[in-house]
């Protein structure tokens, strides 16, 4: 039964958090609506929506029977719920904001032991079985979880990373006694104690080797019970009342329940978590129900949770695609202050520019559709050293003159340099050699005479900015520490590397807290060698430092607002850095700090002219049907009609284009994709070139996206339209280097403060963000007039989250609320996305690879010689997929037609730079069940819808945005491969243009 109607959103989520008392404050907290909205034009959302429904399976929980087999506790959603053994309705009782998870009961029945995320991290509590007295029984910022009660009641055992690394550990409930049980390289999670209270059995994992050990509780050896096949994962484990070890085994073949190597589960599904036992009945969960087995019998426990969701209403900021009026230019990328401090240097729309340090009209220094980015000074202030694909292709670092205005090439590799910094003697330039997605790059070195260069370290994950150590000796650049193996969300810290190759690069720390962000947070070491600066708390800090990086003294404060990238002065008195949309000077002596105006506008391009396409088919993505022999009247950058063809349509036009041959569709809109500057401007001709004129970027450095849109408005970069966002925002940790790790609720108002002035066209919650913490962005994402999108799914439909990102993707938890073993997704998460509205991207990885095994003339595309040697590799490269991903595609191909079948909206996106995966990921939707319109549909009409754009569809009045494609996508969605001109906001361009352009940008 499903029970609906319109209703207010605050009442609700209040009502559902009666067991968080101290949370419901932040409901109240005042968001200030901004006149800084994308636009000012809004328009009003559809009138709110609450659905309360149940669900009858779930994904990704566990159940634990209580002591006298009469209760089972489950952990579905994130809250604890309490289920009769006998099956029936569920009862919550822990807050929707807990995101708690595998609950154990005390012997006495009296009480649960659980694992809740809380000011981000994972923390032990015990609950009553009533719901009442919830207490925090761990501290900390490190991460504490998969809490197990011993059978005497005196003390619970958890899996913990407070050690460095996983490892078990006890907490005595009488004393509070904290004691490391075990140690070493290996990870250790999910302990279980045995009956009698002498041993724990648990998980381990070194490398890729999985077991099952065990350990006397009072500490000692551990003993390996069983070590996993290669390609096996071993999760759960449990001793059953008799002493029999059970766990659940993990393959690409599937989940499993395992009694001492053999397995007892028949063709079940099973969930990893550890099976909990009433005397001899094991009760765990699998395929998304609760069974109970005895006697090698199974049966099902069923149960009805009620769940509920909002659709967020709020007047939606809309973009501006017609007003020519100039606009002011906010995407200023990486300004660099000059030694003398008379100048700065840095990218906008597309070029480099230089501009007084007093402020006024910037200099233009470099024209033309190349990208360009990372403006960096020689040491003595005659050079600019940047990274452009001026030269055709792909980028290289280059050299700017200012005396001549000439500029020298540099580096001619196979892999992109980005990020340059010289040398204190001038003779060497640092770079970052990025070869992988999201900023996967190793360091090298330049010789600025010879143009050699010498590689310093290999690949590295997402490094930031390199810093020289003013006697040259140290290269240093900001990494993520990972607090364990088992996940890989880290601290970001200083790594330091000998700059002649030799010796061991190692680690330096200015705080026991996260530099915020790899992407433009520091280092910046100073020229004088005894002052290191960085971005801590959203604020700029300075440190004391040695010759060899170590911290002499605590971090200063030197601004009281958001700031980003900071650069020295030559004389280390003044440091130049970005706060919101402007550029600020701080002196270090007096504290003091001046704005640097800037005199900046562009204007929006459109074109002025009347086109007539005359094509053979036409599938405006509203109506299932293919019309045939249509003219497409455009006028500046709109359609201005669509008619049957007829000559006289012709008269008067600037332009005809006559294409009997080929089927216009509306332009296609990647969802989820994230624009790198290593790609250079060819990223963006391909998206044009595989048909894509609109992309959703839901993560980036904070100037990088908002660079890329203004070059894109301006006509400058020929691309896609795009909606941008600054940085994945964290929690006090993160992972990409497009993340920040948001050490407060001050720092997330000043995340938010950036948000409103640079305009962002969305804002992206990342995984480790708490419940509360991302109601409060919703808040502002919402008074700001733009979606918030997220990885949760569960309370995120509840508070009002527009948008959740991939099928299954990273989640804090080390298991996705959205899909289970295999890739299947249950009646919770199904339901969810139904009622809520949200959007979901499913990402299908893979897809594309599947296609081009089935499909391999396609490798011969020209169009993948826009992207770099290592990417073509991947696409070229006739090797099977893992088989661990392959696994996933029949049970997430499920889910999608679960899911669409459902009422939820599919949205199509790839995660990724490549264009041809969006092609990839419809196909896959077809093998899901869609129609092949109804895969168009979720590329064109769905996504822009969700964005608020007039586009998507061919009609009149939309933004002309077009493809023409030899075929008819609606019989065959392969048929979008075949792209063979785009129109993208009114301009017309043809395949082998843009092939042609990536070769000439001058």
């Known amino acids: 039964m499903i029970a609906s109607g319109t209703h207010n959103a605050k009442r609700r989520i209040a009502l559902a958090l009666v067991a968080l008392p101290c949370a419901i404050a932040l409901l109240a907290c005042p968001v200030a609506a901004s006149s800084n909205a994308t636009n000012e034009m809004q328009e009003t959302a559809s009138v709110e929506e609450s659905a309360v429904f149940e669900v009858r399976s779930g994904t990704s929980y566990a159940v634990a029977v209580s002591p006298d087999g009469s209760s089972l506790a489950i952990d579905l959603q994130g809250s604890l719920w309490i289920v009769p053994a006998g099956g029936g309705r569920a009862k919550r009782i822990t807050g929707v904001f807990e995101d708690a998870h595998l609950p154990s009961w005390s012997p006495d029945g009296s009480r649960l032991s659980y694992y809740a995320f809380h000011d981000g991290s994972y923390k032990i509590w015990t609950v009553a079985a009533d719901g009442s007295d ?8 490190l991460d504490d979880r998969e809490p197990s009660w011993s059978p005497d009641g005196k003390t619970i055992a958890f899996a913990s990373e407070r050690g460095g690394g996983y ?18 390289a290996r990870e250790d999670r999910a302990p279980a104690w045995s009956a009698d209270g002498e041993t724990i059995v648990f998980s381990g994992k070194e490398g890729a080797v999985s077991a099952i050990l065990a350990i006397p509780a009072g500490g000692g050896e551990a003993q390996v019970l069983r ?5 096996t994962t071993y999760e759960g484990p449990s001793l059953s009342p008799a002493g029999q070890l059970y766990y659940v085994a993990h393959d690409s073949s599937g989940s499993r329940l395992e009694r001492n190597g053999t397995s007892v589960s028949d063709m079940e599904s099973v969930f990893p978590f550890r099976p909990s036992w009433s005397d001899d009945t094991a009760y765990y969960v699998s395929d998304g129900k609760i069974r109970r087995r005895h006697d090698g019998r199974s049966e099902t426990v069923e149960f009805a949770a009620r769940l509920e969701t909002n659709s967020p209403a709020y007047a939606r900021a809309k973009r501006d695609f017609t007003s020519t009026a100039p606009r002011r230019v906010l995407g200023i990328q990486h300004p660099a202050l000059s030694p003398d401090s008379t100048k700065i240097a840095f990218v906008a729309l597309g070029d480099l520019y230089t501009v007084d340090s007093s402020g006024g009209e910037p200099t233009q220094l470099t024209h033309g559709p190349a990208l360009e980015a990372d403006a960096a000074w020689s040491p003595d202030g005659k050079t600019i050293a940047f990274t452009s694909d001026k030269g055709g292709g792909l980028p290289q670092l280059w050299l700017h003159d200012l005396a001549t205005g000439e500029d020298r090439q540099l580096t001619d590799i196979d892999t992109q340099p980005l990020e340059a910094a010289w ?4 003779k060497r330039i640092a770079f970052l050699d990025y070869d992988g997605f999201f900023g996967v790059a190793g360091l090298e070195v330049v010789d600025v005479a010879s143009g050699a260069v010498t590689r310093l370290q290999p690949s590295l994950p997402q490094p930031g900015s390199p810093s020289w150590s003013p006697d040259g000796r140290y290269v240093a650049v900001a990494l993520a520490r990972p607090y364990s193996a088992s996940a890989r969300e880290g601290s970001n810290q200083i790594w330091m590397v000998p700059a002649d190759g030799s010796g061991a690069p190692f680690w330096r720390e200015a705080t026991d807290r996260s530099l915020d962000t790899r992407g433009g947070g520091g280092p910046a070491w100073s020229p004088d060698g005894t002052k290191m ?5 959203g604020l700029l800090k300075v440190w004391p430092v040695a010759s060899d990086g170590t911290a002499l003294g605590d971090p200063q404060t030197y601004s009281d607002e958001i700031s980003h990238y900071p650069t020295w002065s030559g004389d280390s008195a003044s440091i130049l850095y970005q706060s919101a949309d402007r550029l600020k000077i701080v002196s270090l002596e007096t504290g003091a700090t001046r704005e640097v105006p800037l005199d900046f506008t562009y204007r929006l391009d459109i074109p002025t002219t009347r086109i007539v396409l005359h094509v053979g088919g036409l599938v405006d993505a509203i109506h299932d049907a293919t019309q045939t022999n249509m003219d497409i009247v455009i006028e500046g950058n709109r359609i201005a009609a669509i008619r049957p063809h007829h000559a006289g349509t012709h008269n008067g036009a600037d332009r005809v284009i006559d294409a009997p041959g080929l089927t216009a569709i509306p332009g296609l809109i990647d969802y989820h994709a994230h624009p790198q500057k290593d790609f250079g401007a060819n990223a963006h001709l391909a998206w044009l070139a ?23 408005e301006a006509g400058v970069r020929i691309g896609p339209r795009i909606y941008t966002t600054g940085p994945l925002l964290e929690w006090k940790r993160t992972f990409y280097r497009m993340g920040v790790a948001v050490s407060g609720p001050e720092h997330l108002e000043r995340e938010i403060s950036r948000a409103r002035a640079l305009k962002y066209d969305l804002i992206k919650s990342y995984v480790r963000m708490p419940d509360l913490q991302q109601l409060r962005l919703v808040e502002a ?8 999108a997220s990885h949760e799914i569960y309370p995120a439909a509840l508070i009002g989250v527009d948008a959740t990102e991939h099928l299954g993707g990273t989640s804090r938890r080390g298991f996705s609320p959205k899909q289970g073993p295999l890739g299947r997704t249950y009646d919770d998460a199904i339901a969810i996305l139904g009622h809520s509205g949200m959007t979901i991207t499913p990402t299908m990885f893979g897809a594309l690879n599947i296609f081009l095994a089935e499909h391999p003339e396609y490798r011969a595309d020209p169009r993948l010689s826009l992207y770099p040697d290592w990417v073509r590799a991947i696409y070229a490269s006739d090797r099977p997929l893992p088989a661990s991903l392959l696994a996933m595609q029949a049970g997430q191909r499920a889910a999608i037609r679960a ?13 990724l730079v490549v264009a041809p995966n969006l092609i990839g990921e419809l196909t896959a939707y077809v093998g899901a069940g869609l129609t092949p319109f109804e895969a168009l549909q979720t590329a064109t009409i769905e996504p822009a819808r969700a964005l608020g754009l007039e586009a998507g569809s061919l009609q009149p009045g939309q933004l002309a945005d077009i493809v023409l494609v030899d075929g008819d996508p609606r019989k065959d969605i392969a048929t979008l491969f075949r792209v063979r001109q785009v129109v993208a906001n009114g301009r017309p361009v043809t395949l082998e243009q843009l092939l042609a352009m990536a070769k000439d940008k001058n």
């Open 134 to 141: 919830a207490r925090n029984i761990t501290e900390g910022n």
């Open 167 to 184: 490892h078990i550990w006890t907490l005595d409930l009488i004393s509070g006694e904290l004691t490391q049980v075990t140690r070493g």
């Open 227 to 231: 070590t996993a096949a290669p390609g």
């Open 423 to 426: 040398s204190p003697d001038g």
């Open 533 to 537: 600066a960085a971005i801590q708390d």
């Open 690 to 712: 595989y048909g894509i004129t609109t992309i959703r970027d839901p993560g980036n450095q904070p100037y990088d996206g908002v660079e890329d849109r203004e070059a894109s």
């Open 781 to 788: 994402a919402h008074a700001m007039g733009v979606p918030l």
């Open 899 to 911: 899911v669409h079948e459902g009422g939820g909206r599919i949205v199509a996106g790839t995660d």
